[in-house]
């Protein structure tokens, strides 16, 4: 039995656009399963109709064997979800948030007082408890809607961008809560933009584009299939142009900066021991950017091409995958 | 940290029947203790102003008016103004908390909170809808009591008083949950109070007996659902009413099951949620 389990699911929306072309996944139970994609690739929607939050247009979900359609509140119960918009009622305290998530849960209250207190303890917030939601900070309202999200103690974890705008030691922090609360048996769901990010926590990843997936594998197999890694090499001494260097693609970014393209079939010692022949000292090396985000993006743009093709998958979607395009390409980075 | 799955919620598996049901009561009280939460919370909003508006109409209408009005249907106009006083507090009361309170869950978005949970849609509209008879039996209760300030309330019937009070908080509070499901912004959540409800309740009987009125305007008036809350509420206290008494709570019971119906349909649909 799956965690989850989607067949052909298609959502249109009322403006006529496809969020959603025919997705089928499975989750299997404990995974810790990663699902990434642009901005309007869909995986918001995706996520909403799992979680009761948005109306499908066809197709099937179950969550553990319980089927949406007829098993709703079954299925309903073996979910925790945190948004990817903060959607906390901000006049009300941490505790009583929690606490009253717990009731709509059918929790006693005792119980769900004792759950507060751990929860909102293991997120560093409870000694905040007391204080109006929109007192918070930006990454304790995101942590409460975590602890919000576990007072039930959900078999099934979906997290929309859950660290988006948390700073470098609090999302560390929260990876070490999210690995525990996977070891301990929780199967999570993660969308995030910060490809490192799922590149660390989780097993399995789908990547989802115009409505469809365009690919679902192991996270290790996924990364094999990368054929060429980039590496950034610092220099002692300026240089006036880059190295020639057979086999190796090498370009000056500045006078103490190579960036070297090395594919799976060469080895490194043979392209430090070519540049230790031409007298080139390297200080440092670093990779250029992450691997799991050049797998990204190979995908996105292969699908983003079929797309084009077929005729697009409405303005919004294509605009949303301009912008995807054109950030900057969070850790590694491009420059530096 | 170690999470488990020791309660009935998580575990998803087929629960027995007891225990969901214990489960939704839960689920039910909570949005109750909630509401009565936001409603105590916010008092200068929720119950003061309906106590300063009573007061005013019993000194304006009451007293300074209603010396010259004299008697009315064979009471003192204030003692008959009364009644239909309260009762006017607990219809925009009862409406307005579950608008206001439906309505901005749903646009700061954590009315989401509910909706994912395993609560079926008629507990969460019961659990909304018993907030807003919460408010609009509060207020009527202070309202109450202001009325005795300036006159005398006697009893003729208390079921009928309790019957009609709980059926007309019920039937404004769906009325409140159906308009707030619709609302798309802040005005629309304004206009059914401004435009619908303070003109039916002023025509419904609150500040006269329709007898006072011309053949074709009793006959409108007998369409107006509120003039059947009121007198059936007036009838509690003072034994007297425009309309035929069970047929104002064959009314009252008919459209708080009507409206009932809409609202769960609605929230099954998502209209306005899910879309």
């Not at chain 1, 959607?87 to 507060?116: D, H």
């Not at chain 1, 204080?131 to 918070?136: D, E, G, P, T």
């Not at chain 1, 797998?295 to 084009?308: C, E, N, P, T």
Request: proline share 3%; hydrophobic share 45%.
């Amino acid at each position: 039995m799956h965690a989850l389990s989607v067949r052909g699911l298609v959502k249109t929306y009322k403006n006529g656009v496809q969020a959603l072309r025919g997705v089928d996944l499975d989750v299997e139970q404990g995974d810790f399963f990663a699902m990434l994609g642009p901005n309007g690739a869909g995986k918001s929607t995706l996520i909403g109709i799992v979680t009761s939050l948005v109306n499908k247009t066809a197709g099937k979900v179950s969550v553990f064997g319980h089927d949406m359609d007829t098993d709703l509140e079954a299925a309903k119960a073996c979910i925790g979800v945190v948004p990817q918009e903060l959607n906390l009622n901000l006049f009300e305290t941490p505790e009583t948030i929690v606490v009253n998530q717990a009731g709509f849960y059918g929790i006693p209250r005792k119980i769900a007082r004792e759950r507060a207190e751990k929860y909102l303890g293991k997120l560093s917030l409870w000694d905040r408890r007391d204080k109006m939601a929109r007192s918070l900070s930006g990454g304790m309202k995101r942590r409460l809607m975590i602890a919000r999200a576990l007072v039930h103690e959900p078999r099934l974890l979906i997290l929309d961008e859950p660290t988006a705008g948390v700073d470098i030691e609090i999302r560390r922090s929260m990876w070490e809560f999210l690995r525990e609360l996977n070891a301990s048996g929780t199967t999570i769901i993660l969308t995030t933009h910060y490809l490192e990010e799922a590149e660390s926590l989780c097993r399995n990843i789908a990547i989802i584009d115009g409505g469809r997936i365009a690919e679902s594998d192991r996270m290790d197999r996924l990364l094999r299939k990368l054929h060429t890694e980039s590496f950034v090499l610092t220099l002692r001494n300026p240089l006036a142009r880059a190295p020639a260097s057979a086999g190796y693609d090498i370009d000056l970014v500045d006078e103490h900066t190579l960036e070297v393209e090395v594919s799976k079939d060469r080895n490194l010692n043979d392209l430090f021991a070519r540049l230790s022949a031409d007298g080139i000292e390297v200080l440092s090396m670093r990779n250029k950017v992450n691997r799991l985000e050049e797998i990204f993006m190979r995908l996105v743009d292969k699908s983003g091409a079929g797309a084009a093709a077929a005729g697009g998958n409405g303005p919004d979607a294509v605009a949303a995958r301009g912008v995807v395009q054109g950030a900057p390409h969070g850790h590694g980075g491009r420059h530096p | 940290m170690s999470v488990t799955a020791e309660n009935a919620g998580a575990a998803g598996a087929a629960a027995p029947r007891h225990a969901v049901g214990h489960a939704r009561w839960i689920g039910f009280r909570t949005i109750i203790v909630r509401e009565y939460g936001r409603i105590i919370r916010i008092w200068g909003q929720t119950i003061v102003p309906s106590a300063v508006t009573a007061t005013l109409y019993f000194v304006i209408f009451g007293s300074l008016i209603g010396r010259r009005v004299g008697q009315m249907g064979g009471f003192d106009y204030m003692q008959y103004i009364a009644p239909g006083l309260i009762m006017m507090s607990v219809i925009t009361n009862s409406y307005a908390n579950v608008v206001s309170s439906f309505f901005g869950a749903k646009f700061q978005r954590f009315l989401e909170e509910i909706t994912v949970s395993p609560l079926p849609n008629w507990v969460i509209v019961s659990g909304y809808v018993g907030g807003g008879m919460v408010r609009g039996l509060l207020v009527g209760a202070v309202v109450t009591v202001v009325s005795l300030l300036f006159t005398h309330l006697q009893v003729h019937h208390w079921l009928a008083i309790l019957a009609a009070v709980l059926l007309t908080s019920a039937v404004f509070a769906l009325g409140g949950f159906i308009n707030a499901v619709f609302a798309k912004n802040f005005d629309q959540v304004n206009w059914i109070p401004t435009f619908v409800l303070t003109p039916l309740t002023y025509f419904g009987g609150v500040f006269y007996s329709i007898s006072l009125l011309p053949e074709w305007a009793q006959k409108l008036s007998v369409a107006n659902p509120v003039l059947h809350m009121v007198n059936a509420f007036r009838y509690g206290f003072l034994g007297t009413s425009d309309v035929n008494v069970g047929l104002a709570f064959g009314i009252m019971a008919l459209a708080a099951a009507a409206l009932f119906a809409v609202a769960v349909g609605l929230m099954n649909r998502g209209i306005g949620m899910r879309d």
